[in-house]
């Protein structure tokens, strides 16, 4: 069963490595997912974090970024399809 919340890690990647580790996951994306919560850390830095939040904003799928109390974590809100 899928849940309508899924994570994907991708602290310890590079920005290219994470874009594909997003990516996949926003295609696997069915209906039924309304947030895909990105953990990126932020301990090494805001680099990852900050081109995180700049790749996704205007996605198709994305309907926008929220950002939680935990610095190391961004929420992707999706647009039903």
Do not use: C, W
């Not at 890690?9 to 209906?31: T, W």
């Not at 990852?48 to 974590?73: C, S, T, W």
Request: no cysteine; proline share 2%.
């Amino acid at each position: 069963m899928v849940s309508g919340f899924q994570e994907v890690d991708v602290h310890g990647m590079n920005k290219a490595q994470a874009f594909a580790a997003i990516d996949a996951r926003l295609r696997r994306a069915g209906g039924a997912v309304y947030t895909l919560r990105i953990i990126h850390g932020y301990h090494g830095g805001t680099v990852l974090r900050d081109a995180i939040r700049a790749q996704y904003r205007h996605h198709p799928k994305v309907l926008r970024i929220e950002l939680g109390m935990n610095p190391g974590e961004t929420d992707l809100i999706l647009k039903e399809l």
